[in-house]
Nanobody, 124 residues
Framework: QVQLVESGGGLVQAGDSLALSCVAS????????MGWFRQAPGKEREFLAT????????YYADSVKGRFTISRDNAKNTVYLQMNSLKPEDTAVYCC?????????????????WGQGTQVTVSS
């Protein structure tokens, strides 16, 4: 069992940056691929970024490529999402997810554990 707790959300202005963190419980964090997703009111959950167990490979949605960066520190059981040049349309609840696999996925249903999420609000 893995528990995930996100932090770092908040209210920012368009163009600002924000850094999210997701801390995982358990001793096998390095065995999981990790991902970040978001969900805005009235919209479906959206894939943002994913990272392999080693951190050696990352993949991004086109909507955030070049603005968001995913990274991880296995020694700290933590995955990060650095978000730059934020836009009002980035407003959503941001969740991290863990996939019991060495390989990443862009598909939410292929993740095994989810955090509760952290709210990010970007004002214009």
């Amino acid at each position: 069992q893995v528990q995930l707790v996100e932090s770092g959300g908040g209210l920012v202005q368009a163009g600002d940056s924000l850094a999210l963190s997701c801390v995982a419980s358990g001793r096998t964090f390095s065995a999981y691929a990790m991902g970040w997703f978001r969900q805005a009111p009235g919209k479906e959950r959206e894939f943002l970024a994913t990272i392999t167990w080693s951190g050696g490979r990352t993949y991004y949605a086109d909507s955030v490529k070049g603005r968001f960066t995913i990274s991880r520190d296995n020694a700290k059981n933590t995955v990060y999402l650095q978000m730059n040049s934020l836009k009002p349309e980035d407003t959503a609840v941001y969740c991290c997810a863990a996939r019991r696999s060495l390989y990443t996925s862009r598909t939410a249903s292929e993740y095994d554990y989810w955090g509760q999420g952290t709210q990010v609000t970007v004002s214009s």
